[in-house]
């Protein structure tokens, strides 16, 4: 059976899409392509062009093709545009979501996957975060994937959905070119953007209580993240559930150690300038990912080292145009 992916031809949507499809699975996809690329979205993957919140867009995929199940990967996710403008988030995430959901209860769907984010725990008090770590949001982000999550659990309760929430780190790198990450968002895009440009590396906060510090992240690659959505569409097929997991290595890289991988992988000079903190920025944050391995049998298989080279090697000189 079909699997629908909202958001495919977006950076990690696209990569799930052929990640489900090396697993055997036919696959549709729906994206608005206000961040998306059609070229990531293989030709022979039928593809509707639409909003999440087109009612109409979605009952036709419903109605057109035996819909297994849904991977729900389209909402806005930039931290600070969402502090700019947090009315546009609260319209566009959570208005995606209801109408998901309620399109899935009329056609019958009772499966999905949710695009969640370590952005919900906030500012925690230990460095390692656990799902049983208390969920914080400090932005209409976070607050936004939170409420998500809120609004699966209420109607998938009272629904008979199955659902799996999965709350990514720090998601880098790319399986070819054409699915690289343009976001230009999270830190490896920008630095990539600003050493081929000739520019400095920009480390926001150089004075954490951190071994060199610098802030350390969880970084896991989105061929990962691809794999994790496999295993818990896996698990929803095998079984109902009604759960959130961490995705992540399980292990914290700080900003320099980064920039130290980028100048072994790259062979190229990384200056580095230096600016305050981020307001909100906590000095560590890691995922334990005992959950995820003990339930769905995943488990990261990629190295910094990794992640660096292939975001390096698949980054498209055009981008350097908008540094």
Not at 200 to 207: F, I, L, N, Q, S
Not at 212 to 239: Q, S, W
Not at 286 to 303: C, E, F, P
Request: aromatic share 6%; with cysteine.
């Amino acid at each position: 059976m079909t699997w629908l992916v909202v958001g495919g031809a977006g950076y990690i949507g696209s990569h799930v899409v052929r990640r489900l499809r090396a697993d055997g699975r036919p696959v549709v996809v729906l994206d608005d392509l206000s961040t998306g690329d059609r070229a990531r979205v293989p030709d022979d993957v039928p593809m509707v062009v639409a909003p999440d919140t087109d009612r109409a867009a979605l009952a036709g995929v419903f109605r057109r093709h035996r819909i297994a199940g849904v991977a729900y990967l389209a909402a806005l996710k930039s931290a600070p545009e969402s502090v700019a403008d947090p009315l546009k988030y609260y319209g566009q995430n959570l208005d995606g979501m209801r109408v998901l959901l309620e399109e899935m209860i009329s056609a019958g769907v009772d499966r999905i996957v949710l695009s969640s984010s370590a952005a919900v725990y906030g500012v925690p008090g230990e460095p390692v975060v656990t799902e049983e770590t208390p969920a914080a949001p400090i932005n209409p982000y976070g607050e936004t994937k939170l409420m998500c999550e809120w609004m699966l659990r209420a109607a998938g309760g009272a629904n008979g959905i199955s659902w799996i929430a999965l709350r990514y780190f720090n998601v880098v790198g790319a399986d070819e070119q054409v699915l690289a990450d343009r976001g230009g968002s999270s830190l490896l895009p920008q630095v990539i953007q600003r050493v081929a440009a000739g520019r400095p590396a920009v480390v926001t906060g150089a004075d954490f209580p951190t071994r060199d510090g610098t802030g350390i992240r969880d970084y896991v690659h989105v061929a990962d993240i691809a794999d994790a959505h496999v295993a818990a569409i896996h698990r929803l097929e095998e079984t109902r559930a009604a759960d959130v997991y961490n995705v992540g290595t399980g292990r914290g890289y700080s900003v320099l150690e980064v920039i130290d991988t980028l100048r072994e992988v790259a062979g190229v000079p990384v200056k580095v300038q230096t600016a305050p903190r981020r307001e909100g920025d906590p000095p560590e944050v890691v995922a334990a990912v005992d959950k995820i391995g003990r339930d769905l049998s995943w488990k990261a298989q990629h190295d910094l080292s990794d992640m660096v080279h292939s975001a390096w090697t698949t980054w498209n000189p055009k981008d350097d145009a908008t540094v």
